[in-house]
């Protein structure tokens, strides 16, 4: 993929105060000791992103699961098996895409032995912004595809719809284009044969963003 990064730093929908600047790695050192909210008490670490300074396209996801959080990487375990599937089938290279979520901590409630995952609250989200919009300033991709509803309405604000809007083309500032499609755990969770469908649809938007990038 070539190195053409965006002029300006791509915009969220959603305001972003004080936002970190500084290399990624010493965004990633910083982010490591957040204490922004309260997300970091029980978790086991920061997942901060993940690839190359110079993608051109980086992924948004949502908040890191148990397997992120216990290996402190985005997107591992089944949920990443499938969207690395996915990746592969669109004709990209894992390894050149900058992977990253929309907040930076696993939330979960402990039910026993088990940590069932807890959707961030607005204000979690809200705290955790920063972290995100300083990744955008810093790789400045000409693509960026949102996984899910949360990173998608963060890009493109409340009234977004994944199940409605998904694979369409959004202006993220100068230079920036987005879209967004399913999260690979919705579509885990999804019943037969919806969830053949949404799979489907996850290939045909990554497939989108591949041809945008040639
Ligand atoms: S979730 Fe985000 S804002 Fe909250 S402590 Fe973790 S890194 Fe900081």
């Not at 899910?148 to 994944?162: D, E, H, I, K, S």
Request: glycine share 10%.
């Amino acid at each position: 993929m070539a190195r053409i990064p965006a002029r300006e730093p791509p915009r969220l929908a959603k305001p972003v105060d004080d936002i970190p600047s500084g290399s990624l790695a010493a965004l990633r050192r910083e982010a490591a000791g957040c204490r922004r909210c309260p997300l970091w008490r029980h978790a086991t670490q920061t997942v901060f992103g993940a690839g190359p300074g110079g993608a051109a396209l980086m992924l948004i996801g949502e908040q890191p699961g148990a397997h992120e959080d216990l290996e402190g990487r985005p997107f591992v375990g089944p949920a990443g098996r499938l969207l690395r599937e996915a990746i592969a089938e669109a004709g990209l290279d894992a390894t050149g895409l900058y992977m990253t979520n929309t907040v930076k901590h696993f939330k979960y409630e402990q039910r026993g032995k088990a940590r069932l995952h807890r959707r961030a609250s607005a204000s979690e989200q809200a705290a955790c912004r920063p972290w995100l919009a300083a990744e955008l300033a810093q790789v400045r991709p000409r693509i960026v595809v949102a996984l899910g509803a949360m990173a998608a309405q963060t890009l493109f604000g409340n009234a977004f719809r994944v199940s409605q809007d998904r694979g369409a083309w959004q202006a993220l500032g100068t230079g920036t284009r987005a879209l967004a499609t399913w999260h690979p755990s919705a579509i885990l969770r999804m019943p037969s044969p919806g969830r053949e469908r949404a799979r489907r649809e996850l290939v045909a938007d990554l497939t989108l963003a591949a041809m945008a990038l040639t």
